[in-house]
């Protein structure tokens, strides 16, 4: 037995946390939707970048802080190149006059672009962002060593294919699986993610736009790569973090902790995934949490939280332990279901969802619908018997 049972937040614990206002306690109800006010759910993009990072067009910072609070967003990380300015994003993306906001969270972030692949840094706070770069060929367990001491989430980006992710996972606390709205080309990284939580690592699945290159205003040139702009651009897709404030601290805290879905635009409704396991009718997990498997039948409810389209049919496919266990067929008009299952009494079980169906309309990227497909959302997984100090 790997997992350590001791360590496992009990099921109290969970409660505490989450403390769902269910005030109907009716578990049968099911168009009855959940507000848990314990929190609130941001919208962002993790993966964006400015006219700091060489390669992008027609992208200053004000031009994404602009566009990311005209549709909306709560929060944005720009995430420049750091190899572009040998690690010293302070005195450029971050010093840059442009990059405040008084509405918008701005994390402080950067791609560390490496050799062996890119990862991005989340953090609620400035950081010493050239130690990272400096150690960037060093074996793994310095790398580790070093970003442990600077206390901030890094993350796997677009971990297969062009720059494929060459490090240890062990260094991450998340993973990009859902780089730009051209769904179809993560299929990879899915798996990636599946052959992690399967390991028995709790690896937050996150979404990215990557996008480089904005709409030229009059007085821009056009560049080769403009026409991007409206295939992929911030937003497609969009992260939602379940927050417990609206802070930045926060955001960085849920994605920590997998409190996390990806839509492909926020326009596009997110999935929210709750367990009930005392079988009081009360949904006492949700995503990212983590508990003992006590053997006996888990109900578990699935809701697609904002614009879902009336009269239209969303599959909602459930993922355990990496393998498909059932599909179930929502209406836009009451998008939930439920399913129960018995996690496994000894072993790790994990579940996850992902939805498809028609994807809202982004008029201010018009061209990524069609890039996005069928997939509308995507869950972090609920997890039983995992070792939260693996
Ligand atoms: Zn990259
Ligand atoms: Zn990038």
Redesign the pocket.
């Known amino acids: 037995m790997i997992y350590n049972l001791k360590h496992t937040l009990s099921i109290g614990f969970v409660m505490l946390l989450l403390n769902f206002n269910d005030a109907s306690g009716q578990e049968n109800n099911k168009s009855k939707l959940i507000d848990s006010g314990a929190g609130v759910w941001l919208k962002g993009d993790l993966h964006v970048h400015s006219r700091h990072s060489t390669e992008s067009s027609n992208n200053a910072v004000a031009k994404i802080i602009n566009f990311s609070k005209a549709v909306k967003m709560d929060y944005v990380c720009i995430t420049d190149?750091d190899n572009h300015v040998n690690g010293d994003v302070a005195h450029h993306t971050w010093t840059d006059p442009e990059f405040k906001s008084d509405t918008l969270l701005l994390l402080y972030g950067a791609?560390w672009?490496t050799t062996r692949g890119?990862g991005n840094v989340f953090s609620a706070k400035p950081y010493d962002h050239q130690r990272l770069f400096d150690v960037r060929d060093q074996r793994d367990v310095n790398i580790g060593k070093v970003k442990k001491s600077l206390n901030i989430h890094l993350s796997a980006?677009?971990p297969s294919g062009k720059?494929n992710f060459g490090f240890s996972y062990d260094l991450v606390q998340s993973i990009e699986v859902w780089n730009s709205a051209m769904w179809t080309k993560n299929a990879n990284a899915m798996m990636i993610w599946d052959d992690m939580l399967s390991s028995g690592r709790m690896m937050t699945g996150r979404g990215g736009s990557?996008a480089h290159h904005g709409t030229p205003t009059a007085s821009e040139k056009p560049s080769q790569n403009t026409y991007q702009a409206a295939y992929n651009y911030i937003g497609t897709p969009t992260t939602w973090v379940y927050a417990k404030t609206r802070s930045l601290s926060a955001v960085v805290d849920a994605l920590n902790h997998g409190r996390v879905a990806v839509s492909a635009n926020p326009n596009s409704p997110h999935i929210a995934f709750y367990a009930d396991v005392t079988g009081t009718g009360k949904f006492d997990m949700m995503m990212g949490d983590n508990t003992v498997s006590t053997g006996k039948p888990v109900k578990f409810q699935i809701q697609l939280m904002g614009n879902t389209i009336p009269g239209e049919t969303y599959s909602v496919t459930v993922i355990k332990n990496g393998k498909t266990f059932n599909t179930y067929q929502i209406k836009g008009d009451a998008p939930v279901t439920t399913f129960t299952d018995v996690p496994d009494l000894k072993g790790r079980t994990y579940y996850r969802v992902t939805v498809e169906g028609k994807v809202n309309d982004y008029p201010e990227v018009p061209k990524s619908m069609a890039l996005s497909e069928k997939m509308v959302s995507l869950s972090n997984p609920i997890y039983f018997n995992f070792d939260p100090k693996f």
């Open positions: 190149h791609e672009t890119h980006n677009h720059d990557d």
